[in-house]
């Protein structure tokens, strides 16, 4: 895994500065013949890339603003764990009106996406009900008790319909002008329920209170799980309460 395939995208490339907020990957600005573009390097399989690949041009053909895939010359979409993506300018979301637009983004991912196939490898936060881990998350790693309240606050969720869900719609993966809000940072995404996405500031996606107390919960339970166990799952876990 090398930067060195970044020529897969022609002679005219060149990597400009680091961008903050990567954690799972190495992400750069670039030029791609004099476009600005972002870079970023890491490892998820094949699979895993084709899967976020194909759901961020689907977004974009049905009018959603996602990074998009910048072929390589010969028309592939990643090289050795090497993707190039379109540039986004935006600030973040700051007022409650902000955020209501951003639920009104997420709501319609939402929409674009059911019966869309799992990310490989990944489980929802209903599938971990059964299953003991998928990806980042391993339930056996989490003491027993931890897995019993995250498995209560997740069967919360059962029953309802599936679809990709962001899965970190946090303040610095949005990116926002007067005429749209843009969804950045997709590592986080899979196929879940959707209202995991909409625990937002001062409840924006306006669920009632019994649906905004099961999502996050559910919400909280899943960070937990995701992160075990550095300082932030367990201060999550210490959220979820017992049922």
């Known amino acids: 895994m090398e930067w060195e395939a ?3 995208w022609g002679e005219d490339v060149a990597r400009i500065e680091p961008l903050a907020g990567g954690v799972a990957n190495d992400v750069w600005s670039v030029l791609v013949d004099g476009r600005l573009a972002v870079c970023r390097l890491g490892t998820r399989s094949d ?9 961020l041009r689907h977004l974009d053909r049905e009018g959603l603003t996602v990074p998009v895939p910048i072929p390589t010359t010969d028309g592939r979409l990643f090289v050795d764990g090497l993707v190039v993506m379109t540039y986004l300018e935006g600030g973040p979301p700051e007022t409650q009106a902000d ?3 951003v639920a009104g983004t997420l709501r319609e991912l939402h929409r674009l996406t059911r019966g869309w196939p799992q990310r490989p490898g990944w489980r929802s936060s209903t599938d971990l009900l059964h299953a003991e881990a998928g990806t980042r998350i391993d339930l056996g790693a989490m003491p027993r008790e931890g897995v019993a309240r995250c498995r209560a606050a997740w069967a919360r969720l059962a029953g309802r319909q599936a679809c990709v869900v962001h899965g970190d719609p946090n303040p610095r993966n949005v990116r926002m002008t007067a005429n749209r809000v843009a969804l ?3 590592d986080e995404a899979r196929v879940d329920v959707p209202d995991l996405d909409l625990v937002l500031p001062g409840n924006a996606a306006d669920l009632d209170d019994g649906a905004y107390d099961i999502a996050a919960q559910a919400s909280a339970a899943w960070e937990a799980a995701v992160c075990w166990k550095d300082e932030y799952s367990v201060k999550r876990l210490a959220e979820v309460r017992a049922l």
């Open 184 to 186: 950045i940072d997709w």
């Open 47 to 55: 699979a895993d890339l084709a899967w976020e690949t194909a759901l």
């Open 99 to 101: 955020w209501r637009r």
């Open 6 to 8: 970044l020529e897969q």
